[in-house]
């Protein structure tokens, strides 16, 4: 049988994940490998759902937001024997390597998996960019542009009826999302898990200082893990009088074409992945760092603290008075 290499998508989908798929594939036929797609992240390898992929299977992906894989947040993969399972299937499939396009948690299942005997190479995919290892992760991009996009056009509306519009965009644990959106968006307001905020600090006078200057519509932004964007919005209303609405913007920011970054970062990434499988090097992530693809162990990836960018939190507080 033919060498293989396989590739599945993990967690929650990013725009990008085909692209990395693509270059996944490409990159494996051009260096040999016979190519195998897992369907539903782990769960594929515990279901036999897995399929060869050929130069064609992958055409015309490159623009399409999701992942023609498929993805899954497998509870089973998390037990022992469940991963050993998956490794054996690997092998009756001659499997050599594994690349796993996801976050975090999908990371610990490809170290379980390189345990097991699988060579597996993860490549950071999700929108969050909260893989400590990585300035940045595929779907970044294009979910902030979406995001971008979305409160134009409810700053159009805000702006038409004098009113304060409260805007919560995704990061369970991550503010990069909201931080880049609120400054690239102009929002009075930007609230972030990793910051501690005070309501009448750093929203209500904020508000008060901006309306002192003439300013008649606001646009506050506020990432999903601090939540409570009704509460705040009924709060801000109370304290300034001022109509306010809340918007959340959920899952909208998970879809769409991906952007040129997300493209680029998504090739390269994938690219990147089977260099080193095809070396027979695995426990690894593919990370960008400081410009460049470098690669990390995994355990030493998911042991890193993910440092929140305070300088451009501080820029955003200079320029939105
Ligand atoms: O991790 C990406 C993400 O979109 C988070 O921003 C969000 O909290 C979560 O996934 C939502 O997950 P689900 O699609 O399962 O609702």
Redesign the pocket.
């Known amino acids: 049988m033919a060498k293989s290499l396989a590739v599945l998508t993990s967690?929650?989908?990013?725009p990008g994940m085909n692209a990395a798929i693509r270059a996944v594939v490409r990159a494996g036929i051009y260096y040999g490998f016979k190519m195998m797609g897992v369907y539903k992240g782990y769960s594929g390898l515990l279901n036999g759902d897995v399929a060869e992929l050929n130069l064609r299977s992958v055409s015309d992906i490159l623009s399409r937001g999701g992942t023609i894989l498929y993805t899954a947040?497998s509870k089973r993969f998390m037990q022992l024997e469940y991963q050993k399972q998956a490794a054996d299937y690997c092998r009756s499939l001659d499997i050599e390597g594994l690349v796993v396009i996801g976050?975090d948690g999908s990371f610990k299942g490809a170290r379980a998996l390189s345990n097991q005997g699988i060579p597996c190479v993860g490549i950071p995919g999700?929108?969050?960019n909260?893989i400590a290892c990585s300035d940045y992760t595929i779907?970044f991009d294009t979910?902030m542009n979406t995001a971008v996009e979305m409160v134009d056009k409810i700053r159009d509306t805000a702006a038409s009826h004098d009113r304060c519009s409260v805007v919560e965009v995704?990061?369970?644990?991550?503010g990069d999302?909201a931080l880049q959106t609120g400054i690239a968006v102009g929002a009075t307001a930007i609230l972030v898990p990793e910051i501690e905020h005070d309501l009448e600090r750093d929203v209500i006078s904020r508000i008060y200082e901006q309306k002192d200057t003439g300013k008649k519509h606001f646009i506050v932004i506020v990432a999903?893990?601090v939540g409570g964007v009704q509460e705040i919005s009924h709060y801000i209303q109370h304290r300034t009088g001022i109509e306010t609405r809340a918007t959340i913007l959920g899952?909208v920011?998970?879809g769409g074409s991906p952007t040129l970054m997300d493209r680029l970062m998504a090739t390269s990434m994938g690219v990147s992945a089977v260099h080193l499988l095809a070396n027979g090097v695995g426990n690894r992530v593919v990370a960008y760092k400081n410009g460049d693809i470098v690669d990390y162990d995994i355990t030493e990836a998911l042991d890193m603290p993910r440092v929140f960018d305070k300088d451009l939190y501080d820029i955003a507080l200079e320029v939105s008075i």
């Open positions: 967690g929650g989908d990013a947040r976050g999700t929108i969050d909260d779907g979910a995704m990061g369970r644990h991550c999302i999903e893990g899952h920011q998970r």
